[in-house]
């Protein structure tokens, strides 16, 4: 079950299935929670707002009904309680504006924020070589060689670590398709 | 099937799209704005979370829900809806009409130069004296108050039940359930005055903030102007107050004009003083049911004055 499509688990969570609601879960938890933590920086805040996220899901599963995208709604619902989460809490009003302004200032969609928060939780999933010369390959715009240099490892064993982080990505990646693929809106 | 199609349609089937570097350039994103670090979300602790909170909602909630939807409501709620409604607005057109509804007077006006006692009941007598006028309620209740304008005397006895009564003249709510008492609403100086001979009084202040009472006990007397919030309490010191009743005239050293005050009241007749020396004289004597004549002829021996008549005036020289 656990690559089933989401509009399959959005239909088992309208008919009250828990275990599609598990997947559901643990498919879209670490995305949320690092989408969740992009935009309020609080460890406590991004875990309460996901959390409430999932049991106004559970709690409305019936008006899932007419609902085709789930991660979409997951994400808005997500960015919902988490404005919702900084009003409650008073001697966070200041950052509550910088919230909005950035957001406003920037011009990001929260589509672009849900893809970054997906592909973070992916690269997060990497193993520790992987990730580390993958980030010296792309964030920091090293060559191989100089990698290779700087960790003293064959330049062939950098290569193949960049294309095992690729690959794995690609696969970490497979499930969110739906919300990865630039459909234009 | 439907949306299957839906879906398949709108995901170009090219497995390189989900290359990462794809992926950010669509979405205008670049590895500057990605942030490597890893952000320990502890999932497990997360998830017994939600399952305790969901377990909670779920006790309750769907017990509430269950019922809700095995009872049909409307069926019950509809009548029980119109009854209330139906009980609301009668109740409250009874309280309108309790309210409307004043209570029931007789009137009784006493003409200048006469004077009336009224048995009320056999607790309650009034003797009215002239140009005075009190409103007798038909049912009396302490809700509903005898009105006085005037002067009067009113002697009320204790009934079994300790009856109440409540007596309003001159701005001023007088209560009692056993006293004697007489009241002028409207002499000279458009005040109220009240001796108490028997009993006592509880008079409320109109003025007062909250209701408050003040007790006037026998031998004691209330003086009250409305307009000017004025009130005083004093001790009785003339009993002049009930010639008119009793129709003993007492006076102990008072002013010429204020005994003169006195007897134009009590004889209705109306007079003036011309010789100004005579109104600094002070007159002491005291008279039983006397006739106009006698207490002239004792004024005019006393200061060895002048009194005449003009057929609706005294003028004394």
């Not at chain 1, 997500?78 to 409650?88: A, G, Q």
């Not at chain 1, 794995?168 to 459909?183: H, S, W």
């Not at chain 2, 497990?44 to 969901?54: D, E, F, G, R, S």
């Not at chain 2, 108490?196 to 409320?204: P, Q």
């Amino acid at each position: 079950m656990s690559n089933t499509p989401d509009h399959i688990l959005t239909q088992k969570i309208t008919e009250g299935n828990k275990t599609a609601f598990d997947h559901l879960f643990f498919k879209y938890y670490k995305p949320l929670y690092r989408f969740a933590f992009n935009f309020c920086h609080s460890p406590i805040i991004a875990q309460e707002s996901v959390q409430n996220t999932f049991i106004k899901i559970w709690k409305n599963n019936k008006a899932l009904k007419n609902c085709d995208n789930i991660g979409k709604l997951l994400f808005t619902y997500t960015r919902n309680e988490i404005i919702d989460e900084i009003r409650k809490n008073n001697t966070r009003k200041k950052y509550e504006m910088n919230v909005i302004q950035e957001y406003d200032s920037e011009h990001k969609s929260i589509n672009q924020e849900k893809v970054k928060a997906i592909i973070e939780s992916a690269i997060e999933q990497l193993p520790d070589q992987a990730q580390k010369i993958f980030r010296m390959a792309k964030k920091e715009g090293l060559t191989v060689n100089e990698i290779a240099d700087y960790l003293s490892i064959s330049p062939k064993t950098v290569e193949n670590q960049i294309i095992i982080a690729y690959k794995k990505l690609r696969k970490y990646l497979e499930p969110f398709k739906n919300q990865l693929i630039y459909l234009g809106d | 099937m439907r949306r299957k199609n839906n879906i398949s349609k709108k995901i170009p089937n090219h497995p390189q799209d989900l290359n990462i570097d794809k992926i950010l350039g669509n979405h205008h994103l670049d590895y500057d704005s990605i942030d490597f670090e890893k952000k320990e979300a502890d999932i497990l602790q997360a998830y017994q979370m939600i399952n305790k909170q969901i377990n909670k909602s779920r006790n309750l909630f769907y017990y509430l829900k269950n019922i809700i939807k095995h009872t049909n409501l409307t069926n019950i709620l509809k009548p029980l809806y119109t009854i209330v409604v139906t009980a609301v607005i009668i109740l409250t057109t009874i309280k309108l009409l309790d309210t409307a509804k004043e209570p029931e007077y007789s009137i009784i006006s006493v003409d200048a130069g006469e004077k009336i006692t009224v048995h009320v009941n056999s607790y309650i007598s009034i003797w009215l004296n002239s140009n005075s006028t009190v409103k007798i309620p038909r049912e009396i209740s302490r809700r509903a108050p005898f009105y006085l304008k005037g002067e009067a005397f009113i002697k009320i006895t204790e009934s079994k039940k300790k009856k109440e009564y409540s007596i309003i003249s001159g701005g001023m709510e007088f209560r009692t359930s056993s006293a004697e008492f007489h009241i002028n609403s409207e002499n000279q100086e458009n005040e109220l005055v009240a001796h108490i001979s028997e009993g006592k009084v509880n008079c409320v202040i109109p003025f007062a903030t909250k209701s408050q009472e003040l007790t006037i006990f026998e031998g004691e007397k209330i003086n009250f102007i409305e307009k000017a919030g004025f009130l005083a309490k004093d001790n009785i010191h003339t009993y002049n107050y009930m010639a008119w009743k009793t129709g003993i005239l007492q006076f102990t050293n008072q002013p010429l004009s204020e005994v003169m005050d006195i007897l134009s009241n009590y004889y209705d007749i109306p007079f003036t003083i011309k010789n100004d020396s005579l109104k600094g004289k002070h007159f002491t004597a005291t008279f039983n049911n006397p006739t106009i004549d006698e207490v002239l002829n004792k004024i005019m021996a006393n200061y060895n004055c002048n009194i005449t008549g003009n057929g609706n005036k005294l003028i004394i020289n």
